[in-house]
């Protein structure tokens, strides 16, 4: 059988499409707090619960309409994979959770240095627990990383545990997906399922006592609570679909698009401070990156972040 030519007008605009919906899943992460914003007449663990919900439902109708609910079943019924995809659930819901009430009290800039350490948390990750082996430069690029977070500890007091909580939950989560063969979404589907209790639960708990939002503040609040699972699911979906058509060194650089777009709207719309201090930790940080991005793109192939972060969402 014949190879189809790179060249060819259709695969260009395979790819083309592939990039877009890639830039597309990152811009909706790095512009999410713009809408985490609208949601501050809710509580943060109802943003949390109301996310699950909707997100279960809106990935579920997804892959029933591809007729890829099969996918689901599969992994549901293996044993080993149900337990690792409810470890991963868990890892998924304490990133979520923290960076709502991040965003609710005024701490985007700490999450969006979560996300830019992140890469080389997942990097750590592979050398601790799955054995992976580090070039000299990528060691350089951890170090410098390591070295931001001290700067940072030290100078403030305490460390910057929003920043920590959400790299290494995330990394966590990127980790043991990885451990799993299912796609992004059937994946998230899963997850979503497996914690959908504890969520419906929770709602209930509140809607007992009084203290739901849902249905009594706002049909307004309402309808930004239900998006809020469209816009956990949509950007999965379209970074599901990029991932097959673009190389994994062009998704790594573009992953940091999402924290970038966190740093900026936390600078110019929330006004948040960007002292000195955090100059100095942010830059060793972004150094690093530097020297992890172009040692990946010297390389030619992925990094062991972007292989996790290919079988990962956010």
């Known amino acids: 059988m014949s190879q189809p030519d790179p060249s060819s007008p259709v695969l260009a605009r395979l790819d083309r499409r592939g990039l877009l919906a890639a830039i597309g899943a990152f811009a909706i992460w790095g512009l999410l707090p713009l809408y985490l914003k609208l949601l501050h007449q809710a509580p943060v663990f109802q943003i949390m ?22 996918h689901v079943t599969r992994a549901l019924a293996d044993g080993v994979t149900r337990l ?9 819901t304490i990133n979520w959770l923290t960076y709502v009430w991040a965003v609710g009290n005024g701490h985007v800039v700490e999450a969006s240095l979560g996300y830019f350490i992140n890469p080389l948390v997942s990097v750590l990750l592979g050398v601790l627990f799955l054995s992976e082996k580090l070039n000299p430069r990528q060691w350089i690029a951890v170090a410098l990383a390591a070295l931001g977070v001290a700067w940072l500890t030290w100078q ?27 796609d992004a979404v059937a994946g998230l589907a899963v997850e979503t399922l497996l914690i959908l209790p504890f969520a419906l639960a929770w ?27 469209l816009l956990t699911a949509v950007p999965l979906v379209l970074f599901a679909f990029g991932v097959r058509r673009v190389p994994l060194t062009t998704i790594g650089l573009l992953q940091y698009m999402a924290p970038t777009l966190q740093l900026i709207t936390a600078l110019l719309v929330f006004k948040e401070p960007f002292t000195a201090v955090q100059a100095v930790g942010f ?17 030619g192939r992925p990094a062991p972040a972007l292989r996790v972060a290919a079988n990962a969402g956010r």
């Open 49 to 70: 619960t109301h996310r699950v919900v909707w997100c279960c439902l809106f990935v579920f109708g997804w892959l029933g309409v591809r007729g890829e609910l099969g």
């Open 283 to 299: 830059g060793c940080i972004w150094l690093g990156l530097v020297v992890y991005a172009v040692d990946g793109v010297w390389r």
């Open 156 to 182: 403030v007091g305490r460390p910057p545990w929003i920043a920590l909580t959400l790299a290494f939950s995330f990394g966590l989560y990127g980790f043991v997906r990885k451990t799993v063969v299912v």
């Open 203 to 229: 709602l209930l708990f509140e809607y007992g006592r009084g203290a739901s939002v849902f249905g009594v503040v706002s049909w307004q609040l309402d309808a930004l609570l239900v998006a809020s699972g």
């Open 84 to 92: 690792r995809l409810f470890a991963s659930a868990v890892m998924i």
